[in-house]
């Protein structure tokens, strides 16, 4: 579809059709949606030039609406429900041309660039994002405690392997000046590296029960995620999809969906329901009253608890009236586990 066509609030009714329509497991949903949210910024940035009093929140609140999507969505671009590294890094890079100041994005390029080797340019990433982290300029985009210092690891890891692959290039000079370099063992070096890889290794994931949270490593999400415990539901975020589990039944579910159910369990209960207002970061642009349109929200929690009975599992998500509104929350019925890793989560994720 070509975008340019439409007028801005045929954009606006495209991205609440997706909405209401859910996520599919094809291609093209997230790319859609970030099309949508580029085109309509690039139309509200010459009505700003013209009258910013009346278009600047518009135009803020849209790229806020893109960069988002491109931070939190951009690694499932191209199959909506497995993540891809290549594809993480090019949608991190140009979330970073519409924003510069986004922790959370140069980290993940931090993660990626060290996942891949590449040290020198985890050392940049890291050191950036602990730099705008320190600016604290969007709350919403800074690092959590423990990103913060994993943060600082990856840094120090980073400069060390930088550090060592260069001494080691060094004795291989042949002129006679390589060889008035102190002779340096690197032993001490290479077990501070081997130390600070098992550590992040062993606190690579957040593991979340009702109650209580720790760190642990991607072996002990996957044997959590082989042995479920029975009655207990498990929401696992791993490096390529994301699973949900029951007594033996698993699925493999959409991020958005995965995102949702995670909130459920972690932010919710009959007292503190979710509503349309409360949940309106897991949409797009809000409707006339400021917030997420009553149909889109009451379909997409249906769909989720219709997903949800896949598992042969009692309904979790139970329905009141909460201050005028139709309110979702999680009502106990089982047990939970929710499995992800550190690298992924947002400040807003209540594991600080």
């Known amino acids: 579809m070509r975008f340019r066509n439409l007028t801005l609030e045929e954009l606006e009714n495209l991205e609440q059709e997706l909405h209401e329509n859910g996520e599919q497991s094809n291609y093209g949903y997230y790319a859609k949606l970030i099309d949508i949210y580029k085109e309509m910024y690039k139309r509200i940035v010459p009505l700003v030039r013209e009258d910013r009093a009346m278009y600047n929140h518009s135009l803020q609140y849209t790229k806020k609406l893109l960069v988002t999507c491109l931070v939190k969505y951009g690694t499932y671009l191209k199959v909506n429900k497995l993540k891809d590294d290549n594809t993480a890094v090019s949608s991190l890079k140009k979330a970073l041309s519409y924003e510069k100041n986004i922790p959370i994005a140069y980290y993940r390029l931090g993660f990626l660039a060290y996942k891949q080797g590449d040290y020198s340019q985890a050392v940049r990433y890291f050191q950036e994002a602990l730099n705008y982290h320190k600016l604290g300029d969007d709350p919403s985009f800074s690092l959590n405690q423990q990103q913060e210092f994993h943060a600082h690891m990856y840094l120090a890891n980073s400069a060390l392997y930088v550090a060592s692959s260069t001494y080691e290039a060094m004795e291989d000079l042949s002129y006679s000046s390589a060889k008035q370099i102190p002779n340096l063992a690197l032993s001490p070096l290479y077990e501070t590296l081997r130390h600070n890889e098992q550590f992040l290794k062993n606190h690579a994931f957040y593991k979340i029960s009702k109650g209580h949270i720790e760190t642990c490593s991607k072996d002990t999400c996957e044997e959590i995620a082989e042995n479920g415990e029975n009655n207990t539901l498990g929401v696992y975020f791993n490096d390529r999809e994301n699973i949900l589990f029951f007594n033996g039944e698993e699925t493999i579910i959409t991020p958005g969906q995965a995102n949702m159910i995670r909130h459920f369990l972690l932010s919710s209960n009959e007292k503190n329901p979710c509503t349309r207002i409360t949940m309106k970061d897991f949409f797009g642009r809000t409707g006339t009253d ?14 989720l608890r219709t997903r949800l009975k896949t598992l042969n599992m009692p309904d979790i998500i139970d329905v009141k ?32």
């Open 290 to 303: 400021g917030e997420v349109k009553k149909n889109t929200f009451i379909k997409s929690i249906e769909r």
């Open 321 to 352: 009236q909460y201050q005028g509104e139709t309110a979702y929350y999680f009502n106990e019925t089982v047990q939970y586990i929710v499995l992800f890793r550190v690298d992924d989560a947002f400040a807003n994720d209540y594991v600080s």
